[in-house]
């Protein structure tokens, strides 16, 4: 699926037709950017908010660092509607395939799923906020 082999995703309650205002939303409540997380031990992560649209997809560019700071992984991060109802949301690091099995790749792994849970709850809280949720 990706380079390394390895990717992490989220389903989200969002109303798929109405993803592009959420990503509105979102770009214009984040003054820089891009959004940034420091996320304890495991590293720190940072996701540009100009997302590009083709269809249903959303994508836009991320990168991961490692907890020293020293490591820099690119990922791709992509929302796609995939239901009426129901967002995909897939954070996947772009590393080489040697890489994805080592322990820095378990590591790599952890801090995508905690750069995704942080990137899910702001969406989440803009689609809850507009109304474009479920339950909203």
Known sequence: MDRGGMSVAR????????????MLRLRRDTSSGRLRWTLGN??????????TS??????TKARLWSHAGMVVTPARLQLVATAADEVRLTLEPLLPTARAGSHQGCELLDLARAALDELAEELLWHATRAGLTQGG
Do not use: H
């Not at 389903?11 to 592009?20: H, Q, V």
């Not at 495991?42 to 997302?51: L, P, S």
């Open 42 to 51: 495991r590293g720190a992560a940072e996701i540009d908010v100009c997302f």
């Open 11 to 22: 389903t989200l309650p969002i109303d798929g037709a109405l993803l592009g205002d959420v």
């Open 54 to 59: 083709a269809g249903p997809a959303w994508t």
